[in-house]
């Protein structure tokens, strides 16, 4: 059975991720989003299943306690993690999974996982930043203003990444993603397990 590979995506808030992530999910048929659990409530159009599954705090440190999570954060105020268990299912099914996360979760998974492919979206600039978090709407200047500090420091961890790509161009942003999928596929060890009988019959 052919394994998938795993896949983080990391980014700065305003970054433009879940724009990107969203428009990658349409595009190919081979991806699966892992569903994050969170403390946060939920923001306008979100759906409890669908963009994370949202917990109250017992649940989740419940979950904590017993090695539940691939990785966990506190980020801005409120915890996220993922689930192992469904991250495995995925990846033995065969489907290649992406985790949005943060850099802290990165740094987690890869000591688990180093075999996952690490990918950070850069703003073009803070101003840029700033601008689609005001464009939001969602915020109070206080708060953007924080949002904005700890962008800088999560910003600082992007040499850390095994690829970067800059969010200027959304559409070329998103060929860039999309081509890091592609040649991870096409590595000779990937390819030697999905295309086996292939092989054997061609050697």
């Known amino acids: 059975m052919t394994h998938g590979n795993l896949f983080i995506i990391t980014a ?6 879940t724009s990107l992530i969203k428009a990658l999910l349409v595009k190919d048929a081979q991806l699966k989003l892992s569903i994050s659990h969170t403390t946060r409530k939920p923001r306008p159009g979100e759906i409890d299943g669908v963009d994370y599954h949202f917990v109250d705090e017992a649940k989740f440190l419940h979950m904590l306690g017993e090695a539940k999570f691939l990785e966990s954060a506190l980020v801005h105020e409120a915890r996220y993690g993922t689930s192992q268990a469904a991250v495995d299912q995925q990846l033995a099914a065969g489907w290649d999974v992406i985790l949005e996360i943060d850099w802290q979760g990165a740094a987690q998974v890869r000591r688990l996982y180093p075999q996952a492919i690490s990918i950070f979206i850069l ?9 689609r978090l005001n464009g939001r709407g969602q915020d109070a200047a206080a708060v953007i203003a924080k949002r904005v500090a700890a962008a800088r420091s999560e910003m600082a961890h992007v040499a850390a990444f095994d690829y970067v790509t800059i969010n200027d161009d959304f559409d070329v942003a998103l060929q860039d993603i999309a081509a890091i999928f592609r040649t991870q596929r096409l590595v000779g060890s990937t390819q030697m397990q999905r295309h086996a009988s292939l092989i054997q019959t061609l050697t």
């Open 12 to 17: 700065a808030s305003g970054a433009g991720k």
């Open 123 to 131: 703003p073009p600039s803070i101003e840029t930043l700033e601008q």
